[in-house]
């Protein structure tokens, strides 16, 4: 017997409209693929780094504020006690590598057109995405979609940053308390 051949025809239907048909712009779709059930294992790597490149990002910022005002009043800072030091070490070279990736990531994910290694660059074409109308409207139709997923990333994103600033508190009160512990528990 002979199989028949199905036919593939075009023809023969009810028109489709082109809204139905048109494809999801390459950010919603990395978008939906990283917060849907598949995107699992990149959410969860990721999340370290945001985590790690948010943390690097503020401490570098705040030590960039002190070391301004500093500047701007002529006044040298003081030694900061162990829990501020604590609290903002200065960033290490793999602290620059993070900010520096986590900003080609976020383009990336944005489709940025420039995916540049200098940070400005980065930051600049990072600037003009977000200010980027057709970028906002290509993300808005996904968004009920991929809220809740945001909103646990965001919460993971939270926790790991608290966890950080927590193990920094306690490394910091154990730096200042030792002295006086070894004072009254000395041998």
């Known amino acids: 017997g002979g199989g028949g051949g199905g036919g593939g025809g075009a023809g023969g239907g009810a028109p489709v409209r082109e809204t139905e048909t048109k494809k999801k712009s390459g950010v919603s779709e990395a978008l939906l693929f990283l917060f849907s059930d598949q995107g699992d294992f990149l959410r ?25 005002l500093s500047s701007d009043l002529g006044l040298p800072l003081p030694r900061p006690p162990p829990l501020f030091s604590a609290l903002l070490p200065p960033l290490s070279d793999d602290d620059q590598k993070l900010i520096g990736n986590s900003r080609k990531i976020v383009s990336f ?70 002295p006086v512990v070894e004072q009254y528990f000395a041998a």
């Open 44 to 68: 969860s790597f990721l999340l370290e780094e945001v985590v790690s490149s948010v943390d690097a990002l503020s401490r570098g910022a705040a030590l960039e504020l002190a070391a301004s």
């Open 109 to 178: 994910l944005l489709a940025s057109s420039s995916a540049s290694s200098d940070p400005a660059a980065a930051s600049s074409s990072l600037s003009s995405v977000l200010n980027n109308q057709q970028a906002v409207q290509d993300i808005l139709p996904v968004l009920p979609e991929i809220a809740p997923g945001m909103q646990r990333f965001g919460l993971q994103i939270a926790g790991g940053l608290l966890e950080r600033l927590n193990q920094r508190i306690f490394k910091g009160l154990r730096a200042q308390s030792s």
